[in-house]
């Protein structure tokens, strides 16, 4: 009987080996095609870094200084013709207006220093 347990267990492990095998060899395929996707990921987004540079794409605002990512989506919905202000916030300005509050959000208080100001 001591050698029929000897073979069972040889033929457990062996079970027990295969499978682990089979397993590694999906890990190795599934690893494989998520650095081809990284790479061509990779690539992709180097050719949109040059396009944006082609094309002159800046972050900044309309005195020419950088905004933060929140503010730029802001600004671009100001551009639009809508408030992004707390008071009018999603209203439509109309006929394009200048809204002191919503240059306050954009632009904070150092927006008036690079704006000329008509005097009536």
């Known amino acids: 009987m001591a050698e029929k347990d000897l073979y069972d267990e040889f033929e457990t492990i062996t079970n027990q ?3 682990i095998s089979k397993k590694v060899s999906l890990l ?3 690893l494989s095609d998520t650095l081809e996707k990284n790479e061509e990921i990779k690539l992709e987004n180097q050719n ?5 540079e082609k094309v002159g ?3 900044k605002d309309f005195n020419g200084n950088t905004l933060s990512g929140s503010r ?3 600004e671009k919905l100001y ?4 408030h992004v202000c707390q008071q ?3 209203s439509h300005r109309d006929n394009d207006e200048e809204c002191l509050f919503c ?3 954009l632009y904070g208080t150092n927006w008036k220093k690079n704006k000329k100001v008509k005097k009536i």
Do not use: C, P, Q, T
């Open 28 to 30: 190795k395929e599934e």
């Open 57 to 59: 794409y800046e972050e």
């Open 48 to 52: 949109l870094r040059k396009h944006l």
């Open 72 to 74: 730029l989506n802001l």
């Open 88 to 90: 009018y916030y999603g």
């Open 79 to 82: 551009r639009k013709g809508f």
């Open 103 to 105: 240059m306050n959000v």
């Open 17 to 19: 080996l295969n499978d």
